[in-house]
Nanobody
Framework: QVQLVESGGGLVKAGGSLRLSCAASGIDVGRNSMNWYHQAPGKQREVVATMSSGGNGNYSSAVNGRFTMSRDNAKNTVYLQMNNLDPKDTGVYYC?????????????WGQGTQVTVSS
């Protein structure tokens, strides 16, 4: 059973920083693609950062240069370091991964962690 548990969200002023964590069980973060999604109030969930099994990170244009994704294989945890936060970054952040079932991708999601950036 795959479980993802996010933590680290909170209230921060514009220009500040937060580090989100996603502790995984039932899956090896070092051998699977791991992703962070952002859902702003009233909007659809959008991917902001991905990390391949090889450790390569990719970022959306909205966060590139400000957010950095990393992982600790020993702790089976991925992180999202968020710097120079902007009120537009407000929303719920979800950790995501997927596995191939042989016919399709099965996605797994954490419960999300709220980030609120005040101006």
């Amino acid at each position: 059973q795959v479980q993802l548990v996010e933590s680290g969200g909170g209230l921060v002023k514009a220009g500040g920083s937060l580090r989100l964590s996603c502790a995984a069980s039932g899956i090896d973060v070092g051998r699977n693609s791991m992703n962070w999604y952002h859902q702003a109030p009233g909007k659809q969930r959008e991917v902001v950062a991905t990390m391949s099994s090889g450790g390569n990170g990719n970022y959306s244009s909205a966060v590139n240069g400000r957010f950095t994704m990393s992982r600790d294989n020993a702790k089976n945890t991925v992180y999202l370091q968020m710097n120079n936060l902007d009120p537009k970054d407000t929303g719920v952040y979800y950790c995501n991964t997927w596995v191939w079932t042989g016919r399709s991708r099965r996605h797994y999601w954490g419960q999300g962690t709220q980030v609120t950036v005040s101006s």
